[in-house]
């Protein structure tokens, strides 16, 4: 009698909850875009509602996803590669025009210079004519004025003499001026500018070959900038191409692993961005939910540990109290609503470790009672 007699009364001393069941946070997935739903077979699990963590649940497609900039793109892209081999011709052909012209400005600087030194060369044998003639005059003025005292020569015939010597001088002063004139042409040449009376400084070829020079080098720079703008339509087109994916369409992957606890939707269904598709139960961070007598609450504290008592007889399990909220109830988004737990309104949440699971082992529903420490049954 008294064996029988103190298991009632223990359980009346006992600092515990008048209820108590297992639960677990509820994970609701929505859906990122707008589009169809889906059902993605199961991988890696033999049920349908198990899953793991990173398993594809449903899958979102939107047939009528926007695509304007992605277009816009690759039409950009097509006139480039249109355009590119266009610019690559007109430069190739500026390039061979370039050669050709500076083929024929050094063939006109190579003659020029033969020809002034051929100039030269013919100044050089008029001087030397010039000088032979001076000299000559000089003698024969000098023989002249030996002469006039005698009376052999006349003055008219010296005179003319004299004229003679003078004009011959000026004739090899005036050569060797032009002397000088084509040398300063010839040094001109060498440093690629042309003097004369009836051209520019520079031939109608050279001209030509710098403007051509010219046109080549802005033709490279279009080339340049082609290439550079297909490089960067091609990154950019990757890149949209990747936003317009996930865009069109999505997979909606487990975050945890645990069951689904509630599927609200179905295949072929259209969705919007940010509807709630499912809810999964994550177990792997299962609690108890307890209420207790408001005598009983008014004495716990967070942290004080606690053990657990399932009502099938089960093993207990310890854990420890890390909520108190009293009537205001849970601010959770547990799978069972602490609300329903209606016999006391004040509500303790005990984390319990070792309820922890990820499969099909989940615990939630589970009801028992909590024991809290002993020293909480103080008064």
């Known amino acids: 009698m008294a064996v029988f007699g103190w298991l009632p009364l223990k359980a009346v001393l006992q600092t515990s909850s008048v209820a108590a069941v297992v639960n677990a946070r509820i994970v609701t997935l929505r859906s990122p875009i707008d589009g169809t739903v889906s059902a993605k077979p199961p991988q890696g699990s033999t049920q349908l509602s198990v899953v793991h963590e990173g398993d594809a649940i449903l899958h979102v497609v939107n047939a009528r996803g926007d695509r304007v900039r992605l277009d816009d793109l690759r039409r950009q892209m097509s006139r480039m590669e249109n355009e590119r081999p266009s610019f690559a011709a007109k430069l190739a052909a500026a390039e061979t025009a370039q050669q050709d012209l500076a083929r024929q400005a050094a063939q006109f600087r190579d003659g020029r210079i033969l020809q002034l030194q051929a100039r030269i060369a013919e100044i050089q044998s008029a001087i030397e004519a010039a000088a032979a003639r001076r000299e000559k005059a000089v003698a024969a003025?000098?023989?002249?004025?030996?002469?006039?005292?005698?009376?052999?020569?006349?003055?008219?015939?010296?005179?003319?003499?004299?004229?003679?010597?003078?004009?011959?001088?000026?004739?090899?002063?005036?050569?060797?001026?032009?002397?000088?004139?084509?040398?300063?042409?010839?040094?001109?040449?060498?440093?690629?500018?042309?003097l004369g009376d009836s051209y520019n400084d520079r031939p109608s070829s050279a001209q030509r070959e710098e403007e051509m020079r010219q046109r080549a080098s802005d033709l490279r720079a279009d080339l340049a900038h082609a290439d550079a703008e297909i490089d960067w339509l091609t990154h950019e087109i990757a890149v949209e191409q990747f936003h317009y994916v996930n865009r069109a369409e999505a997979d909606i992957k487990a975050p945890v692993a645990g069951r689904i606890w509630e599927m609200m939707t179905s295949p072929g269904e259209d969705v919007r961005a940010g509807q709630p598709l499912l809810k999964l139960l994550d177990c792997s961070g299962a609690v108890v939910t307890a209420n207790v007598t408001e005598g009983v609450y008014n004495r716990l504290r967070l942290g004080e540990q606690a053990i657990f008592e399932p009502n099938d007889g089960s093993a207990t399990i310890q854990g420890e109290i890390v909520n108190l909220t009293g009537a205001s109830g849970a601010p959770a988004n547990l799978a069972i609503n602490p609300d329903a737990l209606n016999k006391e309104p004040y509500r303790v949440t005990v984390s319990m470790p070792a309820l922890n699971s990820t499969g099909k082992e989940c615990a939630v529903g589970r009801t028992g009672r909590v024991v809290f420490n002993t020293d909480a049954a103080k008064p």
């Open 141 to 194: 003025v000098e023989r002249a004025s030996s002469l006039i005292k005698s009376g052999s020569v006349s003055t008219v015939e010296m005179a003319r003499l004299t004229r003679e010597q003078a004009i011959a001088q000026q004739t090899e002063i005036g050569a060797r001026r032009r002397l000088d004139a084509a040398k300063v042409e010839l040094t001109a040449v060498g440093s690629g500018t042309y």
